[in-house]
């Protein structure tokens, strides 16, 4: 029971001391980690209340989950030292920045498609004469 594997830390020793300078910056950040993580989980839950959010609702609630648990990963990986701590809480942290990102994107082309679109609707507005340029019916 008193013996370390090589997945263990021991408490105070070298890689123990390594895995808390690691760790350092992110644990001092943990509690807006958390934080926002419940924020996060928070929108998820209001967002499906309704209908269109329902759909996507399961992001924001999983991107939370992803943050709060970095934030307690990290936090034992600099309490104890443990090197596997460490590494999954930033694997966790890759996966929440991985997910952002995607979606970041996903935001973008549809921000350009909708200025795309409300572009042609003004343009044909402003050139065809009025409502019928877009029905394609005469009033």
């Known amino acids: 029971m008193g013996e370390f594997t090589e997945k263990q830390a021991v408490p105070g020793g070298p890689d123990a001391t390594m895995v808390r300078e690691f760790a350092r910056p992110l644990f001092e950040v943990k509690g807006w980690m958390k934080f926002l993580g419940v924020i996060m989980i928070i929108v998820g839950v209001i967002q499906a209340c309704t209908v269109v959010g329902l759909i996507i609702a399961w992001l924001p609630i999983w991107l939370g989950i992803l943050l709060f648990s970095t934030g307690s990963k990290i936090d034992a990986a600099f309490q104890s030292g443990n090197k596997a701590d460490l590494m999954t809480g930033l694997g966790k942290l890759k996966t ?43 009033m």
């Open 96 to 138: 929440f920045f991985t997910i952002y990102g995607i979606m970041a994107i996903i935001g973008i082309a549809v921000a350009v498609i909708g200025l795309i679109v409300a572009g042609g609707t003004i343009f044909a507005l402003l050139a065809g004469g009025g409502l019928e340029a877009l029905t394609g019916t005469a």
